[in-house]
């Protein structure tokens, strides 16, 4: 995915949402994860848990991970 800038999208500084806004909005959030049976960590925003330990097949060698939410 293609992160655009702020100029790109045309959008004031009152537009933008903050994290916990967006949030909100969305659904979800960031969740720290660590690969078990195997070496490996990521952070990443899922709509849920099971969403962000579901993606542990492809970062972790097992396939297994345990997520946690990051509470901002």
Known sequence: MRKLSLEMLRLSTEEILGRSQMKSIV???RFRCVCYQSKGSWTGTYSDQATA???G??????GIAQCTEINQ
């Open 27 to 29: 659904g979800g959030g």
């Open 57 to 62: 097949g492809g970062h972790c060698g097992s």
């Open 53 to 55: 330990e579901a993606a």
